[in-house]
Nanobody, 122 residues
Framework: VQLQASGGGLVQAGDSLRLSCAAS????????MAWFRQSPGKEREFVGA????????YYADSVKGRFTISRHKPENTVYLQMNSLKPEDTAIYYC????????????????WGQGTQVTVSS
């Protein structure tokens, strides 16, 4: 399985950004596709996830209402639309795939992309 994240960059507070995660190497039936992020000195944290089959979404409270996860099955791509960005959203964003028992648990995801840097200036 390969996950290729892209779309990061430097933006100002209040701006929007869309991250992409291109997935390949298997079919993702019954998988959850997730986004995590990690800021310097902090642990990696859950941002959101989507079930591949039904498109059910899950979000961390800190991004709920601002971020939206979607997937495009024909292109095997998962997106993270980030609106109203804040400086505290600055982090490396990772996409992940797996069949977690607990959706927010890092250990439930066996496949990870390389990460893409998002920097939000105030």
């Amino acid at each position: 399985v390969q996950l290729q994240a892209s779309g990061g960059g430097l933006v100002q507070a209040g701006d929007s950004l869309r991250l992409s995660c291109a997935a390949s190497g298997r079919t993702f039936t019954n998988y959850k596709m997730a986004w995590f992020r990690q800021s310097p000195g902090k642990e990696r944290e859950f941002v959101g996830a989507i079930t591949w089959n039904l498109g059910t979404t899950y979000y961390a409270d800190s991004v709920k209402g601002r971020f939206t996860i979607s997937r495009h099955k024909p292109e095997n791509t998962v997106y993270l639309q980030m609106n109203s960005l804040k400086p505290e959203d600055t982090a490396i964003y990772y996409c992940a795939a797996g069949v977690p028992v607990v959706t927010t648990a890092i250990g439930g995801y066996g496949h990870w992309g390389q990460g893409t840097q998002v920097t939000v200036s105030s």
